[in-house]
């Protein structure tokens, strides 16, 4: 069993960044491939970016590629969502999520562990 809680999240003008942390207990965090996933109003949950349990292997989405980066400390059991260029169309609630099958995935199912989420808003 792992707990996770976001943070970082907040208001910010188009053009800023942030930073979410998301801090594993429990079972330690390299046991698992961590993942960030994003919900706006009104639409489905969409996945963001993911990183394997050594930190060896990343992937982000297509919308965010080149904007945002997933990084981990396995020494403070955290995940971080590095999010430059900000865009309105980031507005959403960001999820951390962790899975304890080997490797990467971009699909929510496979992830057994969800934190409460953290809310970015992006002005224009």
């Known amino acids: 069993q792992v707990q996770l809680v976001e943070s970082g999240g907040g208001l910010v003008q188009a053009g800023g960044s942030l930073r979410l942390s998301c801090a594993a207990s429990?079972?330690?965090?390299?046991?698992?491939?961590m993942g960030w996933f994003r919900q706006a109003p009104g639409k489905e949950r969409e996945f963001v970016a993911a990183?394997?349990?050594?930190?060896?292997?990343?992937n982000v989405a297509d919308s965010v590629k080149g904007r945002f980066s997933i990084s981990r400390d396995n020494a403070k059991n955290t995940v971080y969502l590095q999010m430059n260029s900000l865009k309105p169309e980031d507005t959403a609630v960001y999820y951390c999520?962790?899975?304890?099958?080997?490797?990467?995935?971009?699909?929510?199912?496979?992830?057994?562990?969800w934190g409460q989420g953290t809310q970015v808003t992006v002005s224009s």
């Open positions: 999520a962790a899975k304890r099958i080997a490797g990467i995935s971009r699909v929510g199912a496979m992830y057994d562990y």
């Open positions: 429990g079972r330690t965090s390299s046991n698992y491939g």
């Open positions: 990183i394997s349990r050594s930190g060896g292997m990343t």
